[in-house]
T-cell receptor, first 108, second 112 residues
Framework: LAKTTQPISMDSYEGQEVNITCSHNNIATNDYITWYQQFPSQGPRFIIQGYKTKVTNEVASLFIPADRKSSTLSLPRVSLSDTAVYYCLVGYDDKIIFGKGTRLHILP | DAGVTQSPTHLIKTRGQHVTLRCSPISGHKSVSWYQQVLGQGPQFIFQYYEKEERGRGNFPDRFSARQFPNYSSELNVNALLLGDSALYLC???????????FGSGTRLTVV
């Protein structure tokens, strides 16, 4: 299973764009890249998933370079409610392994 | 549509006791996975079930067991509880393929 590496924590301010990068050097051909958000005492919530290039939905964008060895989650115009832990996962239809995640703290 | 539902939401048990946690997946989801999340850590994989068959097992002792029923609901059982088993237990369901998992809100287990 591909291992992921993310920054342990990040701070940003309301209204800013936040980019969280995840490295996954040994990603397999079949693997997809998925990001989850988790608030305290809640289950993780699916944010976005992609295989290559760029994916965008109503809450985030996911940028994946051609070699797929890293990915960047982009959160536009964050608010205080985006303060949470963000997990990058790599896999396909199999047990998904969580790393330590990135604790994002949004400041007013 | 109901999401992934877990019961109970909170539970207090004494060391040495047994506990059963329950999970109902989203309708149509045949895969169910269980995770343990200790405070301040990421969720740790315990089991994955698909069509009632175990498809994956994490690094947990044999005190942990699970099963999946014909309606795809699942139970996680933990025997001989230890203080270190205190955690948030999460259940997630998914369709087959890379569609991402939907997690329940978890069961908060406290062992005293």
């Amino acid at each position: 299973l591909a291992k992921t590496t993310q920054p342990i924590s990040m701070d940003s301010y309301e209204g800013q764009e936040v980019n969280i990068t995840c490295s996954h050097n040994n990603i397999a051909t079949n693997d997809y890249i998925t990001w989850y958000q988790q608030f305290p005492s809640q289950g993780p919530r699916f944010i976005i998933q992609g295989y290559k290039t760029k994916v965008t939905n109503e809450v985030a964008s996911l940028f994946i370079p051609a070699d797929r060895k890293s990915s960047t989650l982009s959160l536009p115009r964050v608010s205080l409610s985006d303060t949470a832990v963000y997990y990058c996962l790599v896999g396909y239809d199999d047990k998904i392994i969580f790393g330590k995640g990135t604790r994002l703290h949004i400041l007013p | 549509d109901a999401g992934v539902t877990q019961s109970p939401t909170h539970l207090i048990k004494t060391r040495g006791q047994h506990v059963t946690l329950r999970c109902s997946p989203i309708s149509g989801h045949k895969s169910v996975s269980w995770y343990q999340q200790v405070l301040g850590q990421g969720p740790q994989f315990i089991f994955q079930y698909y069509e009632k068959e175990e498809r994956g097992r994490g690094n947990f002792p044999d005190r942990f067991s699970a099963r999946q029923f014909p309606n795809y609901s699942s139970e996680l059982n933990v025997n001989a509880l230890l203080l270190g088993d205190s955690a948030l237990y999460l259940c997630a369901s998914s369709e087959t393929g890379p569609y991402g998992y939907t997690f329940g809100s978890g069961t908060r287990l406290t062992v005293v």
